[in-house]
């Protein structure tokens, strides 16, 4: 899909649950089977997205299989703030099984986290991505998981390993630790919590993917930013960053 084709959210939803796929390409230099699927939707228009399939991951001793399930549920989330920096993202049966379909966002590599945060427009986006990070327990953000669009917007990808009940917080964004979180978006998190607290459509939505015990914890997190108001700092003695830190 072309940059000079918008697309809304919703209609990029129903795009990637219906379009066929025309091949796969595997990321070699991915730890799990990734995918650069090309696709064709019913206009006959191709275009790229990310596959992640059931039958690719590795096997690991903390998560349960299914981590495309959290890919979803981050892209679900992020839209239940209403931040929606999370590439559009669904649950697809593909050449290689049940998986994760997400578009994929045309960006430069080497404008990495790193780069983005020495520019001050940009700093606002990673900012809210931090406040996201820690709601969502991400355990791997990398500086290449924060793609910059040839229009400024930032994108966060591979949210695989969120979610979980226990503190597993590994991020590069450390860097306004202990700054005051802006008041629109503890209310927008507020809102959220409510949402899932209450049950209904965005409740819901994350059920299909997460345990109770995943949800509840999500909103302890949420709750516990909404009293401290601040950006959240390293806890504990673990490890703090991921690796490689892009």
């Known amino acids: 899909m072309s940059d000079e084709t918008p697309i809304g959210l919703a209609e990029a939803e129903e795009l990637l649950a219906s379009a066929s796929f025309l091949d796969c390409r595997s990321l070699w230099h991915s730890s799990n089977y990734v995918?650069?699927?090309?696709?064709?939707?019913?206009?006959?228009?191709?275009?790229?997205?990310i596959y992640k399939p059931l039958a690719g991951e590795s096997p690991l001793w903390d998560f349960p299989e299914g981590l495309y399930r959290r890919e979803v549920a981050a892209y679900r989330f992020s839209r239940?703030?209403?931040?929606?920096?999370v590439p559009p993202t669904v649950v697809r049966d593909g050449p290689e099984g049940i998986g994760s379909?997400?578009?994929f966002v045309s960006h430069d590599p080497q404008t990495?986290?790193?780069?983005?945060?020495?520019?001050?427009?940009?700093v606002p986006q990673l900012q809210r991505m931090a406040v996201f990070d820690f709601v969502?327990?991400?355990?791997?953000?990398?500086g290449g998981h924060c793609l910059l669009d040839p229009k400024g917007r930032i994108w966060g990808i591979d949210h695989g390993l969120c979610f979980h009940p226990?503190?597993?917080?590994r991020s590069v964004i450390w860097d306004w630790a202990g700054d005051p979180i802006p008041d629109e978006w503890?209310?927008?998190?507020a809102a959220a919590s409510?949402?899932?607290t209450a049950g209904g459509a965005t409740a819901e939505s994350l059920a299909e993917l997460l345990s109770p015990m995943e949800i509840e914890c999500l909103v302890t997190r949420a709750n516990t930013l909404l009293a401290t108001r601040r950006f959240p700092a390293p806890q504990g003695q673990q490890r703090h960053y991921p690796w490689p830190l892009v």
């Open 80 to 85: 239940a703030l209403g931040w929606d920096f």
């Open 112 to 122: 990495h986290f790193f780069v983005q945060r020495d520019d001050p427009e940009l």
């Open 194 to 196: 409510d949402a899932l």
């Open 136 to 142: 969502a327990n991400n355990a791997d953000r990398k």
């Open 35 to 49: 995918y650069l699927a090309r696709l064709c939707g019913p206009a006959g228009e191709p275009f790229a997205a």
């Open 166 to 169: 226990q503190y597993k917080l």
């Open 101 to 103: 379909l997400q578009l």
């Open 186 to 189: 503890l209310a927008e998190l």
